[in-house]
């Protein structure tokens, strides 16, 4: 399984894990990007199949319905589960705990 937590010090790659498609899991990892860079973070977000996702993924951004498949393929990263697609909360606090340096938290 994934890991618990990681400091956000420690975050260099985040992946958006999507089904198959590039549809809206795509225009997440967009609007991830622009809201880091307006945060001023240096991380690398990426985009990939739930099954492909990278050992080297710090962080997994995944929706709710992929979520225990992501903890199950990324075992060494920390996964994030989201609900919106828009303005979701986790992806909110996500960005805000990176900003502040704090700890990255499994949700």
Same mark, same amino acid.
């Given at each position: 399984m994934s890991r618990d937590s990681i400091?956000?010090?420690e975050v260099k790659?985040?992946?958006l894990a999507c089904e198959? @498609? !590039?549809?809206s899991s795509l225009m997440v990892k967009? @609007? !991830?990007i622009k809201k880091a860079k307006k945060a001023g973070l240096e991380v690398?977000?990426?985009h990939s199949p739930?099954?492909?996702i990278p050992q080297d993924a710090d962080v997994v951004v995944a929706h709710a319905g992929l979520s225990k498949r992501a903890k199950e393929v990324a075992v060494n990263s920390v996964?994030?589960?989201f609900n919106m697609f828009m303005n979701d909360p986790a992806i909110n606090?996500?960005?805000a705990d990176l900003t502040a340096g704090n700890d990255i938290t499994s949700a």
């Amino acid at each position: 399984m994934s890991r618990d937590s990681i400091p956000a010090s420690e975050v260099k790659k985040i992946v958006l894990a999507c089904e198959a @498609g !590039m549809g809206s899991s795509l225009m997440v990892k967009n @609007g !991830m990007i622009k809201k880091a860079k307006k945060a001023g973070l240096e991380v690398n977000i990426e985009h990939s199949p739930v099954n492909l996702i990278p050992q080297d993924a710090d962080v997994v951004v995944a929706h709710a319905g992929l979520s225990k498949r992501a903890k199950e393929v990324a075992v060494n990263s920390v996964v994030i589960s989201f609900n919106m697609f828009m303005n979701d909360p986790a992806i909110n606090k996500l960005l805000a705990d990176l900003t502040a340096g704090n700890d990255i938290t499994s949700a």
